[in-house]
């Protein structure tokens, strides 16, 4: 991107960023769920189970999402790292949305478990993968193995998680954008600012990528983010550098904003001149330039 088309985007994703009511929009949000919680530790395996649930419609699984933490107790760390796979079993039993159900989540509480064991909390995890690493994708891939690399054979009868688990947890390895990984580490990395948390120091805001999900991809497209028409990694970074022309230190700090344009249905996805009269990206939108 040039800085000529950096100039013309700025100002109107600060407009959008600006007349965002991030307060209103957290509340149709998963990052909402982990805001139950004080505990760093319980933020982080909160976040994780948020993030990785979180595809299809918001007011579908934001509610099996609630209940699941609920039968989780007051620390879901706590249950993770000290309860038996029959024990996360029965914390996850009736769980069940599209693909996912009790097993999958019980794999994913028993590999966050034993991650707390080894290192105190995910973040310490994903702090040493990332200084290991070259870059992000590389660490969050690592911490992905790491996820999987336990002995699930209590929970599945195999050396391995379930399969559904790595609908999941993508790895970035295989070219996925990894949008719910990359969410949460933008939850974690990020903030505080009433959204994300800030909780991981370690890892530089500066080197997050954008958690590209339809919306950002098609809102994206729009307004000269990208041309590519794939969901990948590739497409991921290449939105991202764009977006890093904009805020080297803090590329997607625009995300929440894009994303909820998409997920509220404020953007028409095509030029009307009704629903697009108020838009912060009219100015630099394709239908309208």
């Known amino acids: 991107m040039t800085w000529k088309r950096a100039a013309l985007l700025r100002p109107a994703l600060e407009r959008l960023l600006e007349g965002t009511d991030a307060a209103a ?22 976040a994780l189970l948020s993030s990785a649930l979180a595809y299809g419609r918001v007011d579908l699984f934001k509610p099996r999402l609630s209940a699941l933490l609920d039968r989780l107790g007051p620390s879901p760390a ?13 914390r996850a039993s009736g769980f069940a949305y599209r693909m996912t159900d009790a097993r999958d989540v019980a794999c994913l509480l028993y590999g966050a478990g034993a991650m707390l064991r080894a290192h105190g909390s995910l973040g310490a995890s994903f702090a040493k993968h990332y200084r ?3 870059s992000i994708k590389t660490a969050l ?10 002995d699930f054979r209590p929970i599945t009868g195999r050396r391995a998680p379930t399969r559904r688990l790595k609908h999941l947890l993508p790895h970035p390895g295989r070219g996925s954008a990894c949008k ?10 990020r903030g505080p600012d009433g959204v994300d948390f800030g909780l991981w120091r370690e890892v ?3 080197e997050l990528v954008v958690p590209l999900d339809t919306h950002v991809h098609r809102i994206g497209r729009f307004i000269g983010l990208t041309r590519r028409k794939d969901l ?3 497409t991921a970074e290449e939105v991202t550098r764009r977006l890093r022309s904009l805020d080297p230190a803090d590329p997607v700090r625009y995300d929440f904003a894009l994303s909820h344009l998409g997920i509220s249905g404020t953007c028409a996805a095509r030029k009307d001149a009704r629903r697009c009269a108020g838009c912060a990206l009219k100015p630099i939108c394709r239908f309208w330039t």
Do not use: I
């Open 25 to 46: 929009r957290v509340r149709g949000d998963p990052v909402e769920l982990p805001h139950r919680y004080s505990d760093p530790r319980d933020v982080e395996v909160a």
């Open 78 to 90: 706590a249950t993770a790292s000290d309860s038996s796979p029959a024990e996360l079993l029965e």
């Open 132 to 134: 290991n690493s070259v």
């Open 141 to 150: 891939g690592a911490f992905v193995d790491e996820l999987c690399a336990a």
């Open 180 to 189: 719910r990984l990359n969410l949460f580490l933008r939850w974690m990395v």
């Open 204 to 206: 530089p805001v500066s």
């Open 232 to 234: 990948s990694w590739r």
